[in-house]
């Protein structure tokens, strides 16, 4: 048995607002993803990238089909980031299939769009050729255009709700929780990580044992957020705090509140939550002392991360999601519901945007692995 205590109700960043319940995914096309690139393919080069939208099918399950396809290694087909099975995703995939001429690979990418086409249950809508192979994190983030049905009230007033919710998400911004979908169901990723740092399981499996332990790093993050949330510490910088820059991605250390304050204000920077590890920049000043609060509810454990040799980071604290809107569903779509559009950037959780509208618990949110591009 853990000497810990596992909660997973996160506190919400509109909590004085009302939600509107209802049901995500009551089909495949009620949650569409489109990810959008870090940079386009300059049509020369090894790698074949192919642009396609998919759905029932995991990232992996394509990465397989295609090697399988083109006779290649495993590893040899690169993708930027993991999408939903259960959901319409449309993403790029690079296959290494070696330098070709400018004909030739003008004829092998029209032969690849073909050849997908007619082998494997998705959309093509182009190929073509880059000097690199696509590696998870290239990319800028993912637009989500979600349809919420089976509502807790009326449709006049859940658009009143989800506007009101909107608006003081883009007036304050929201904790960059990890979403339910890296915790596993009932938490179980864990339990099981926690397990494997004192000891109480093995896992051979390379991979596998690397996403447990993570998901240890995510839930103390997750706790984190939470307990700065909860001390009405969300809306302003502490001194000492590791800020970052959402423009450049830079980092640095608060020394100067009356200077960093109204950019906080202003949204141009924000304080990053800790992804507890070897190489995390530390805090400073009143910062650390808050940082040490969580590290006690959990002795040993952020010691034992360093041990199993995490590297661990800082993560944006803030969320800003951009873009963001809400309206009725299409006139075509007879149900009684609402469509939410935001866009987020890469290592963003829709389900975190999502939970302020719904407020409720959603059967299946835990099994979304759409925005896990950290």
């Known amino acids: 048995?853990?000497?810990?205590?596992?909660?997973?109700?996160?506190?919400?960043?509109?909590?004085?607002?009302?939600?509107?319940?209802?049901?995500?995914?009551?089909?495949?096309?009620?949650?569409v993803v489109e990810e959008i690139p870090l940079y386009m393919p300059t049509d020369e080069g090894q790698h074949l990238y192919v642009n396609l939208t998919k759905e029932e099918l995991t990232t992996k399950d394509v990465q397989t089909r295609l090697e399988r396809l083109f006779g290649l290694k495993r590893g040899d087909v690169g993708f930027a980031g993991m999408k939903d099975k259960f959901a319409r995703t449309t993403q790029t995939f690079s296959l290494s299939v070696g330098h070709q001429t400018a004909e030739q690979a003008?004829?092998?990418?029209?032969?690849?769009v073909t050849r997908i086409g007619e082998n494997l249950p998705v959309t093509v809508h182009w190929a073509r050729f880059h000097t690199n192979k696509l590696k998870v994190g290239h990319l800028l983030g993912n637009r989500f255009t979600i349809a919420v049905t089976?509502?807790?009230?009326?449709?006049?007033?859940?658009?009143?709700?989800?506007?009101?919710?909107?608006?003081?998400?883009?007036?304050?911004?929201?904790?960059?929780?990890?979403?339910?979908?890296?915790?596993?169901?009932?938490?179980?990723?864990?339990?099981?990580?926690?397990?494997?740092?004192?000891?109480?399981?093995?896992?051979?499996?390379?991979?596998?044992?690397?996403?447990?332990?993570?998901?240890?790093?995510?839930?103390?993050?997750?706790?984190?957020?939470?307990?700065?949330?909860?001390?009405?510490?969300?809306?302003?910088?502490?001194?000492?705090?590791?800020?970052?820059?959402?423009?450049?991605?830079?980092?640095?250390v608060v020394e100067d509140l009356a200077a960093d304050q109204p950019r906080y204000a202003a949204q141009e920077i924000s304080f990053t939550a800790p992804i507890f590890g070897a190489k995390m920049m530390a805090t400073q000043a009143e910062a650390r002392e808050f940082e040490a609060g969580v590290i006690a509810e959990f002795p040993d454990i952020v010691e034992k991360l360093g041990a199993a040799r995490t590297e661990g980071t800082r993560r944006l604290g803030r969320l800003l999601p951009h873009d963001l809107t809400v309206e009725h569903l299409p006139a075509d779509d007879t149900r009684a519901g609402l469509q939410v559009t935001f866009f987020l950037p890469k290592g963003a959780f829709a389900t975190t945007v999502l939970r302020e509208f719904l407020k409720c618990d959603t059967e299946g949110m835990a099994t979304l692995d759409t925005d896990a591009d950290d």
């Open 106 to 112: 003008q004829a092998f990418a029209q032969d690849a």
């Open 1 to 31: 048995m853990l000497p810990y205590t596992l909660t997973y109700e996160w506190p919400y960043s509109t909590q004085a607002l009302p939600g509107i319940g209802g049901r995500l995914r009551a089909a495949t096309q009620d949650f």
């Open 150 to 252: 089976d509502l807790a009230c009326e449709p006049t007033e859940a658009m009143t709700r989800a506007q009101a919710i909107a608006d003081a998400i883009q007036a304050r911004g929201i904790p960059n929780y990890f979403g339910p979908q890296r915790f596993g169901p009932q938490g179980t990723n864990v339990t099981q990580g926690l397990e494997i740092l004192q000891g109480q399981r093995k896992r051979h499996d390379r991979w596998l044992r690397k996403f447990l332990i993570s998901s240890v790093q995510s839930y103390l993050c997750n706790a984190y957020l939470a307990r700065r949330l909860d001390a009405g510490l969300f809306d302003r910088l502490l001194t000492g705090d590791v800020a970052k820059k959402y423009a450049t991605g830079g980092i640095f």
